[in-house]
């Protein structure tokens, strides 16, 4: 359930971020929203994969 809800909200982020991007096309803001993205995804790749091991 909580890596359903994890995807959920990975998605939903993507979803907004991809929306601000595509209604305010600055190179700086879409920098910055690919990185928080990014970050959002790797954190939840390493909680994955922390969760694996235990």
Do not use: Q, W
């Amino acid at each position: 359930m909580r890596f359903v809800l994890a995807i959920t909200g990975i998605a939903a982020l993507g979803i907004f971020l991809g929306i601000l991007v595509y209604k305010v096309p600055r190179l700086d803001l879409g920098l910055i929203s690919l990185i928080a993205f990014m970050m959002c995804v790797y954190d939840f790749y390493v909680s994955v994969k922390s969760n694996e091991t235990h």
